[in-house]
């Protein structure tokens, strides 16, 4: 049975951008993804294309888009926080069940001919809450699959995969369209999610020999926040994402109205168009490895926005269909940059524990600027028209740019995020009940006076890293009668919330630790304590808090 990996270690030194691949489980999901997002495109394509049928409304037609993006907004985070807390497998299974029905009901209502606009709506609804829910366990998966040093090729090549669908499904979608019929194009849809379900059947992941009870669902879902709201790379390229969506989904809300409308076009010239920015984003996705060697995540997030805004531009003037589909390349190039620089820096700056959660809320971030974008997009082009509201958007996206760069995504090379284990279990006469608290933790310090400044500008780092794992307050404070003798304080909600502490710190922070450590003069190490509130019970052992929630 195939099983998850060590995803710390790996026999190449200098890995190259196909390496994951040789990862059987990877290769596995891999191609079931292909296949998947081929089919999530033909529906796309489809459902764009048979909206216009049923309506001519710019308004509908962007009701499409926002059929799709409405349900991650809404049910992203709970997604996230489930995928931190109970089985993935099982978890995934059912959301490829549920997607699976939903475009079986869209090509059954197309073959008899009762689809009407409100129906494609409702159904595009159900197919996008499938996605919401599926989404941050994908994505959290390739960490389990991959070691840590192939994460970022592994991310770049599932960015390929996704454009590789992009290539592929809307010409596919536009033939059978042209060919047979929407029915037949929801019908290859509903095929396409069979691969990932038999692939998932035969996924196992390794467990955590250090896993903890898991989280409550409220309590994981703030703990989320809190990590996301407190990890600063994180937190740029949330910033970074919005920025950049509101004003690129422009584009994807009205191209079914420049293909039908502005270019007098078919089906096929619809699928085409999709399928140039495809081809641009394949490209590129094989090329970043070389351009990453050049430029920083940073600045090529920069320049591929103005350049995704030039493309707007574009289409909001040309209309020779070959020059368009040209445009259209370069726009995919632009697109798979931002987007797949994006992804890199939002996996590499979260650890495992909170992965899920963090990726839902990169996900529910990038998909509400998806709704809000097409919603708006779609009513200026109802009081205006389709290329007036495309170049209102693209000269948006060039002011965002420079308003947002300031905001790094973080260093180049892959923080070590994973778990240290280097804090001992807590000195302690008897082991408390895991739910009293709330807990004290204090740590003394012994400091020189002349490096009290550089002391408490690196204990400061350490205090983000408490806050950020569980605690809800921390403060250091100096000892009035001895100069240079520091107490550190956190209070987390109980002691099992302690016990995650433990098991959050990860080898970046054992590094800050270490920093901070150095300062202390005193012959031993630094002295920690442990309080409790509340009236003690029966104690536990430590074992059976470790394997019962």
Request: proline share 5%; net charge positive.
């Amino acid at each position: 049975m195939s099983k998850s990996i060590d995803t710390n270690t790996s026999s190449t030194s200098h890995p190259g951008a196909w390496e994951p691949l040789q990862m059987p489980m990877f290769r596995i999901f891999w191609l079931a993804s292909l296949g998947s997002n081929i089919g999530t495109w033909i529906n796309a394509t489809t459902s764009g294309w048979v909206m216009t049928d049923l309506s001519s409304s710019p308004v509908m037609v962007s009701l499409v888009q926002v059929a799709t993006s409405l349900p991650v907004v809404m049910f992203a985070l709970i997604a996230g926080a489930l995928t931190d807390t109970i089985d993935h497998r099982r978890y995934l299974i059912c959301t490829q069940i549920w997607m699976m029905l939903a475009a079986a009901m869209l090509a059954v209502l197309t073959a008899t001919g009762q689809l009407n606009a409100w129906s494609l709506l409702i159904l595009t609804f159900a197919l996008g809450l499938g996605t919401a829910m599926a989404m941050p366990a994908l994505s959290a998966a390739i960490a389990d699959l991959v070691p840590r040093n192939l994460l970022s090729q592994a991310i770049a090549l599932n960015s390929l995969s996704m454009n590789l669908s992009r290539s592929i499904g809307p010409a596919i979608g536009g033939l059978l369209l042209a060919q047979l019929g929407a029915w037949a194009a929801y019908g290859v849809n509903m095929i396409s999610f069979i691969g990932m379900t038999i692939m998932l059947w035969y996924w196992r992941r390794l467990p955590d020999e250090h896993a903890l009870p898991p989280e409550r669902f409220f309590q994981a879902l703030r703990a989320g926040l809190r990590y996301s709201w407190m990890a600063s790379s994180f937190r740029a390229v949330l910033i970074r994402a919005t920025a950049f969506i509101v004003f690129a989904s422009s584009v994807w809300a009205l191209l079914p109205l420049i293909a039908r409308h502005e270019l007098a076009g078919n089906p096929g010239t619809y699928g085409f168009l999709l399928t140039s920015v495809g081809v641009g984003a394949v490209i590129t996705a094989i090329t970043l490895p070389r351009i990453y060697k050049h430029t920083t995540r940073d600045r090529l997030v920069f320049i591929a926005t103005i350049v995704y805004a030039l493309t707007t531009l574009a289409i909001a003037t040309i209309r020779n269909d070959v020059l368009l589909y040209i445009i259209m390349a370069v726009c995919g190039a632009a697109w798979l940059s931002v987007l797949s620089s994006l992804q890199v820096a939002a996996q590499i700056s979260v650890p495992a524990w909170v992965r899920g959660r963090a990726l839902s809320l990169y996900i529910m971030i990038f998909f509400t600027g998806m709704t809000f974008g097409s919603l708006l997009w779609g009513k200026v082009a109802a009081q205006t028209n389709t290329p007036v509201a495309l170049l209102i958007s693209a000269a948006g996206a060039v002011i965002a740019a420079l308003i947002v760069r300031k905001f790094s995504l973080g260093p180049q090379e892959t923080p070590d995020l994973t778990p240290s284990y280097h804090w001992p279990h807590p000195s302690i006469a008897k082991e408390p009940d895991k739910n009293r608290g709330p807990v004290l933790v204090t740590i003394e310090y012994e400091i020189v006076l002349d490096q009290r400044k550089d002391f408490l500008r690196a204990i400061n780092s350490l205090g983000i890293i408490r806050r950020r794992d569980g605690a809800f307050a921390w403060g250091v404070f100096e000892d009035l009668a001895v100069p240079g003798r520091y107490i550190e304080i956190f209070q987390v909600s109980s002691w099992l919330d302690h016990l995650r502490q433990h098991a959050r710190i990860t080898r970046e922070d054992q590094r800050i630790q270490e920093v901070v450590n150095s300062f202390h003069i005193g012959e031993t190490v630094p002295k920690v304590s442990h309080f409790a509130g509340g009236a003690p019970v029966s104690p536990v052992s430590y074992d059976s808090i470790m394997t019962n929630s």
